[in-house]
């Protein structure tokens, strides 16, 4: 078993920042790639950023890169995704989630956190 748990979230004016966490315990955390994904109100939830168990590999959906980066470190079980230039469109729930398997995108992963709200202001 792997727990999640995300946090950074909140309400931040647009063109602001946010970097949210993402701790992990239970196994070993450098066995799990991580993904970071995003639901917005009555939308359906869409992929946001992954990397892989080293930190060596990282991927973005399209619309993202440039904006939001993707890290960890492994020392202290923990993913991070720095957001910047943030706008009102990107205002949802954030989620992270990890697997054994590197998807680098959408993919069955076996481990969810809770989630973290992010609001944008306009």
């Known amino acids: 078993q792997v727990q999640l748990v995300e946090s950074g979230g909140g309400l931040v004016q647009a063109g602001g920042s946010l970097r949210l966490s993402c701790a992990a315990s239970?196994?070993?955390?450098?066995?799990?790639?991580v993904g970071w994904f995003r639901q917005a109100p009555g939308k359906e939830r869409e992929f946001v950023a992954a990397i892989s168990w080293s930190g060596g590999g990282t991927t973005y959906t399209d619309s993202l890169k440039g904006r939001f980066t993707i890290s960890r470190d492994n020392a202290k079980n923990t993913v991070y995704l720095q957001m910047n230039s943030l706008k009102p469109e990107d205002t949802a729930v954030y989620y992270c989630?990890?697997?054994?398997?590197?998807?680098?995108?959408?993919?069955?992963?076996?481990?969810w956190g809770q989630g973290t709200q992010v609001t944008v202001s306009s």
């Open positions: 239970g196994r070993t955390f450098s066995n799990y790639a």
């Open positions: 989630a990890a697997d054994t398997h590197y998807y680098g995108g959408l993919g069955t992963y076996d481990y």
